[in-house]
């Protein structure tokens, strides 16, 4: 039999392996394994091998990086470098999964019987049981923003931290306006957010975060078995055993998303639940637990030639849970009667069902000639305007939703490709700002029927 | 004493997952053949099985049990899996799972994994950061291309070819004479 691997058979494999083949591609490769049976046999060692590799090349990062954090830093700051791009959340499978340390099934115990050791906080919660800082040194602040304050035993009024301060079990950190850094000496790094009060403690060698306020990321090693880290807020807890999370407390609820690994999380009230990669859990009122999706990043991209608009990504949601983009603009007159705008654009492709395209938004603040419209651009790359909204003329402080019809004839905007408007060619929809300045939320958009 | 053998117990149990990961991963890849869910399946199984530790036999085989346990729980998650997928896709992964069903899948032990160890370490420089910047990083053959000043399908095809020296150099690593049996589920 002839060497059954093509390179277009290697493309479509790894696309698979991936998970990133579109419709045609699956069909393509669908028909390449019907007509080649033997390519079904390397499929399947394939998936085997990219399962294992992960598992592995995991393990060996581990054993490697196990002495110095900032050495596992530098060496995966080099394989960074080496690719040139940071891998967005979607892409950060759990290759240092918990799994793959087969010490683990100690831990897996104690998170499912989690709820017997619910009283560690309580026991050691330093308001009654003080360890001041004569407690063991249990991490260090890796980087300041400035503004946070230290709470202690020795200094009940607080006192400013800096890079470098050593933490010990028992401190209470507030943040101001700036965030801070926190890193254990096994290379778990804890990023707290402005405006967040946080109770640090270790118990036998086990790490008790409780989150009071605000909002927190970590990225957690690998916790030694038994040991699992806790962290909690007043309603709610999360037993990780090495994983990349967001912990978030605020208006009496909390909401905890999980990037890499899996977190066991509970409240009082609730049965606890797993919450698994790529998802997020959030506390309603009565205690109970609502699990959704992840949600992937905007796909909004500053187009090439806008201008003069700051782009922030906030961790805001919009009412539907969606992540949002928060735009700054100003607009300045040019010369040669160009006008100016900025402009924000996506990928799309509306199905023939499909007649319009909402998307949200959210003005902050908006002078009175701020407006708002959209451009469709078509596969021929000509540009189509579709309708326009003065900003200021919205209500400020809630979310509307901007509608860009499909169906209607459109104007055309600039002298390339067809003539006529044809839904079926768009490529893109692009959304600018203009005439005034105006801070606004962006959310995505949804193609409606 | 109560403690003692509670703690004896649970080393059993631990030791019972410890050696049979293996063989539920492979089976986890047999049941349900796509990227990214044998690790869900594995670590439910073992949680169902930590769970209800004290009704297992531990002195007999656990394979039979494992096998109708990781059976069960990664057919639930294949359904979950394609329920949502658009019919092109669906196709191609049914008839992946139906080639999986209908062969043996291998089981990588620690022989294997180590020796696939040794060859990430024969690997030259540059490939090695293509393969932690894929497996342990997680970035996708689109990203590292865009990094890279590549095309993805180049990198897609080097990952696929990389994969190939692994496989090459692991087979050559491990003994010709170790046995097969138990290698493949």
Not at chain 1, 277 to 298: H, K, M, N, W
Request: proline share 5%.
């Amino acid at each position: 039999m002839s060497e059954p691997r093509t390179p277009q058979f290697e493309i479509l494999l790894q696309g698979y392996l991936e998970g990133a083949l579109n419709a045609s591609e699956s069909d393509k490769l669908l028909t390449m394994l019907k007509e080649n049976p033997a390519l079904g046999k390397v499929i399947l060692d394939e998936l085997a091998l990219s399962d294992v590799l992960k598992t592995v090349v995991g393990d060996q990062d581990l054993r490697a990086a196990a002495t110095s954090a900032s050495q596992r830093r530098s060496k995966i700051s080099s394989i960074t470098n080496a690719v040139k791009r940071r891998p967005t959340s979607k892409h950060r499978r759990g290759t240092s999964s918990w799994w793959t340390a087969l010490g683990l099934a100690a831990a897996i115990v104690l998170v499912a019987t989690f709820g017997i050791s619910n009283g560690w906080f309580s026991k050691h919660d330093p308001e009654s049981n003080p360890l001041g800082s004569n407690a063991p040194e249990i991490a260090s602040i890796s980087l300041s923003e400035g503004g946070a304050r230290l709470i202690s035993e020795n200094s009940p009024g607080g006192v400013a931290l800096a890079s470098g301060a050593k933490l010990h079990s028992g401190d209470r950190i507030q943040t101001n306006d700036g965030g801070i850094t926190l890193e254990y000496p096994d290379g778990t790094h804890i990023e707290i957010e402005a405006d967040s009060e946080v109770l640090l403690l270790e118990e036998a060698g086990a790490k008790r975060v409780r989150l009071d306020q605000g909002e927190l990321s970590a990225s957690i090693a690998k916790q030694p078995a038994g040991k699992p880290m806790l962290f909690s807020t007043s309603q709610a807890s999360a037993v990780v055993l090495g994983t990349k999370l967001v912990l978030a407390f605020a208006d009496n609820s909390s909401r905890l998303d999980v990037t890499e690994g899996a977190v066991h999380f509970e409240t009082d009230a609730a049965h606890g639940v797993e919450v698994k990669q790529g998802f997020s859990a959030l506390t309603r009122s009565g205690g109970s637990i609502a699990l959704t999706p992840l949600t992937e990043p905007l796909p909004w991209k500053r187009a090439p030639f806008a201008n003069r608009v700051a782009i922030e990504r906030l961790e805001e949601r919009t009412p539907k849970g969606r992540p949002v983009l928060k735009l700054s603009y100003e607009h300045h007159d040019i010369a040669d009667n160009k006008k100016e705008y900025c402009m924000m654009s996506q990928p799309l492709a509306p199905a023939a069902t499909s007649h319009s395209i909402r998307v949200a938004y959210f003005v902050l603040s908006a002078t009175p000639n701020a407006r708002i419209n959209a451009v469709l651009t078509t596969k021929d790359h000509g540009s189509w305007f579709i309708n326009e909204q003065n900003l200021s003329r919205v209500a400020p402080n809630t979310w509307h939703e901007f509608v860009v019809p499909l169906d209607k004839s459109q104007k055309k905007q600039n002298t390339v490709g067809a003539a006529m408007f044809d839904k079926a060619s768009i490529s893109h929809i692009s959304i600018s700002i203009w005439g005034g300045k105006a801070v606004l939320l962006l959310g995505d958009s949804n193609v409606s029927d | 004493m109560r403690s003692k053998m509670a703690e004896e117990a649970h080393d059993i149990a631990a030791s019972a997952v410890q050696t049979h990961e293996p063989f539920v991963r492979a089976l986890a890849r047999k049941y349900a053949p796509a990227p990214g869910l044998a690790d869900d399946i594995v670590q439910q199984v073992f949680a169902e099985f930590l769970a209800k530790r004290t009704e297992w036999d531990f002195d007999s085989d656990l394979r039979p049990l494992f096998h109708t346990m990781t059976r069960h729980v990664a057919q639930r998650c294949w359904r979950e899996h394609v329920r949502q997928m658009p019919s092109e896709r669906r196709q191609l992964a049914d008839h992946i799972q139906r080639l999986a069903e209908s062969r043996e899948t291998p089981v990588y032990g620690e022989d294997e994994k180590a020796a696939l160890r040794q060859c990430l370490e024969k690997l030259p420089e540059k490939s090695r950061r293509l393969v932690e910047g894929h497996y342990q990083l997680g970035v996708s053959s689109a990203d590292i291309a865009s990094g890279m000043n590549l095309s993805a399908d180049a990198v897609r095809q080097a990952l696929c070819r990389l994969r190939g020296s692994l496989r090459k150099c692991m087979e050559a690593t491990l003994s010709p004479n170790a046995a097969k049996e138990g290698r493949y589920v």
